[in-house]
């Protein structure tokens, strides 16, 4: 008589590289996932409206550093300094 | 409706501005007694002052005022950073050649503004360099050298003392401080307020560039205006550490663009002891070049405008 032995129970274990594409996939399907959305999400008038305040702003921008003392980097509201007169850098 | 103060006045062998906008009562008097401590504590020409003491002193370790030790170790560190050649170790052999009294105390007989006529070449730090043998202790006011080895800030000091007083009155919305060419801005709206600086000719001439400061400094090294005659020899105080005798680059005269005095003034004169070669990557933050030919060629980001 023969002896029948139980079969030893399947266990399955990833392998590295197995894990590594499983993440892979993973993260595919995220982004896929996030472009979707964020396709749908998109308002091409909205995106113009904000292109066109975006642009007002600049105006605003180039039109105070025209001024001789107005400033080219900050918009705040501080009261307009009368420009300083020059001085000279001489062989000290 | 935001008012300039300003106040000038002689300090440290030349003449100081300083400019304010919307001073505080006593921020001008403070400016000036600030630089006349200073003046006392850092000049070599004054026997009795800290640097005075200090270069005379036969003892290898001196005690000295936090403040001076302090200037002693950024002159240091401006060796340092060019190689040797911003040596602030060449006191003596300023004495020797007659430089010993604030220059305006020379005899006017004796001066010479002339760029004199000989084969040019870069300077070199010197074989021996003498400030890698001073140490200064910052937090104890100690400085060792070996006696007999006289300190000299020179520009480097007015570089500091301009940036020292730029940042006591860096609360205030903006601040000028000119301090014998070199030139300081400060102040919390020094960044929207552009301040302009004409560049001096060497030569007399009218101003060779207008740049614009928005913060930061200019400085000028130059050989013509700190010159004098001795003993049939035209001479100058930028002296070539390798030689201890006045520097012949081929540059007569170099303004550096940088964010505080003592940078600008340490790039000025280690681009001028350079030579026109090796300036113009030294002038990293832009800056005016004048060859002894002549030759003026502006440098850098920082766009310069011809004033005529």
Same mark, same amino acid.
């Given at each position: ?17 197995? =894990? ?32 066109? !305040? ?9 039109? +105070? ?12 509201? $501080? =009261? *307009? /300094? ?7 850098? $001489?062989?000290? | ?11 440290? #062998? ?7 906008? &919307?001073?505080?009562? %006593? ?24 640097? #005075? ?11 000295? *005022? ?10 240091? &560190?401006?060796?340092?950073? $060019? ?17 010993? +009294? ?13 760029? *004199? ?12 360099? #003498? ?59 020094? +960044? ?17 560039? =207008? ?20 003993? %049939? ?25 940088? *964010? ?9 004169? !280690? ?28 440098? %850098?980001?920082?766009? /310069?405008?011809?004033?005529?």
């Amino acid at each position: 008589m023969t002896e029948r032995r139980r079969p030893a129970p399947l266990r399955w274990r990833p392998k590295p590289a197995e =894990t590594a594409a499983a993440t892979f996939v993973a993260m595919a399907a995220v982004a896929t996932l996030l472009a979707v959305n964020v396709a749908r999400g998109h308002d091409p008038a909205l995106a113009r409206k904000a292109d066109r !305040q975006a642009a007002a702003a600049r105006v605003v921008v180039v039109e +105070r550093s025209a001024a001789p003392t107005a400033t080219r980097t900050s918009a705040r509201t $501080s =009261t *307009p /300094a009368p420009a300083p007169p020059p001085v000279a850098t $001489s062989q000290s | 409706m935001s008012r300039w103060s300003e106040h000038t006045f002689g300090v440290m #062998g030349c003449t100081a501005l300083v400019r304010v906008l &919307d001073a505080r009562p %006593g921020d001008l008097e403070g400016a000036a007694a600030l630089l006349a401590e200073l003046d006392a504590e850092w000049s070599r020409f004054r026997p009795d002052g800290a640097l #005075g003491r200090l270069n005379t002193d036969r003892r290898p370790v001196v005690a000295v *005022p936090p403040r001076l030790a302090w200037a002693i170790g950024r002159a240091l &560190d401006a060796a340092v950073r $060019s190689g040797g050649l911003v040596d602030p170790t060449l006191g003596a052999p300023l004495r020797r050649l007659g430089y010993d +009294r604030t220059f305006s105390e020379l005899d006017p007989a004796g001066r010479a503004a002339r760029s *004199p006529a000989r084969r040019a070449r870069p300077a070199r730090p010197a074989p021996d360099a #003498g400030w890698r043998r001073v140490e200064v202790d910052e937090h104890l006011g100690l400085v060792h050298r070996p006696p007999g080895l006289e300190l000299d800030l020179g520009g480097i000091g007015k570089g500091l003392a301009a940036d020292l007083l730029v940042e006591r009155l860096g609360a205030r919305e903006h601040v000028v401080v000119s301090l014998g060419g070199d030139v300081v801005c400060g102040g919390h709206r020094a +960044r929207e307020i552009p301040q302009a600086v004409t560049v001096d000719d060497p030569h007399g001439g009218p101003p060779l560039a =207008t740049l614009e400061l928005h913060g930061g400094a200019a400085a000028t090294s130059g050989v013509t205006r700190r010159a004098w005659r001795a003993g %049939g020899e035209d001479l100058h105080h930028l002296l070539d550490p390798a030689t201890g005798r006045p520097a012949h680059t081929g540059l007569v005269q170099v303004t550096a663009l940088a *964010p505080s005095g003592l940078e600008a003034e340490r790039i000025a004169k !280690q681009a001028l002891l350079a030579g026109p070669a090796a300036a113009p990557a030294i002038l990293a933050a832009g800056g005016v070049l004048v060859a002894d030919d002549g030759t003026v060629t502006h440098l %850098g980001p920082v766009p /310069a405008r011809s004033a005529a």
